[in-house]
Antibody
Framework: QVQLVQSGAEVKKPGASVKVSCKAS????????LHWVRQAPGQGLEWVGG????????QYAPNLQGRASMTRDTSINTAYMELNSLRSDDTAMYYC??????????????WGQGTTVTVSS | DIVMTQSPLSLPVTPGEPASISCRSS???????????LDWYLQKPGQSPQLLIS???NRASGVPDRFSGSGSGTDFTLKISRVEAEDVGVYYC????????FGQGTKLEIK
């Protein structure tokens, strides 16, 4: 079945970097955009950015431009989100989500289980 | 940046009764192709978000027909014709015309 499986929880110190992975299965990895969305504790959803696995072209939320980096490895159907210079307000659950654009579907139709990133000294 | 504003932020509903959530965007989401680039998502407690409605009014696969989306331009509405206990959670609208932006979320709870 179509699924996205993310890497495990991370605990980092302020100023460090974190890299979260999202492994896709059950569909052609390079045919669908992958987005990253985060949710701080008790807060709403915030779009982080996205990448098209075929081209590798990334998009970033303006407030994260320069600190976020999105990459992919098409040989293992995996996308990565790296966040540098971590701050306490980066503490959040990070989700990857497939973005479907076709005649039969549109929108973030498949989501990963989420990866908790905690930034604490 | 396009700003998304939802109302109400909290919505207590009696089972079997209808519910309605409003979402307004700071600029029109109607593109030249005739589509409104507005999606609705539901995040049930302890779960990842799930897609309900795309392009303003298209129900996603497997979504019950008691959910419907309407609106165009800057004003959109998600309606639930008869609320069930399983509909509890936080509802988000999201624009996809320019990058992506979510609304603040509307928490639906059962009275």
């Amino acid at each position: 079945q179509v699924q996205l499986v993310q890497s495990g929880a991370e605990v980092k110190k302020p100023g460090a970097s974190v890299k979260v992975s999202c492994k896709a299965s059950g569909y052609p990895f390079t045919d669908y955009y992958l987005h990253w969305v985060r949710q701080a504790p008790g807060q709403g959803l915030e779009w982080v950015g996205g990448i098209h696995p075929k081209s590798g072209d990334p998009q970033y939320a303006p407030n994260l431009q320069g600190r976020a980096s999105m990459t992919r490895d098409t040989s293992i159907n995996t996308a990565y989100m790296e966040l540098n210079s971590l701050r306490s307000d980066d503490t959040a659950m990070y989700y990857c989500a497939r973005y479907c654009v076709s005649a039969s579907c549109y929108g973030m139709d498949v989501w990963g289980q989420g990866t908790t990133v905690t930034v604490s000294s | 940046d396009i700003v998304m504003t939802q109302s109400p932020l909290s919505l207590p509903v009696t089972p079997g009764e209808p519910a309605s959530i409003s979402c307004r965007s700071s600029q029109s989401l109607l593109y030249s192709d005739g589509h409104n680039y507005l999606d609705w998502y539901l995040q049930k407690p302890g779960q990842s978000p799930q897609l309900l409605i795309s392009l303003g009014s298209n129900r996603a696969s497997g979504v019950p027909d008691r959910f419907s989306g309407s609106g165009s331009g800057t004003d959109f509405t998600l309606k639930i014709s008869r609320v069930e206990a399983e509909d509890v959670g936080v509802y988000y609208c999201m624009q996809s015309l320019q990058t992506r932006t979510f609304g603040q979320g509307t928490k639906l709870e059962i009275k």
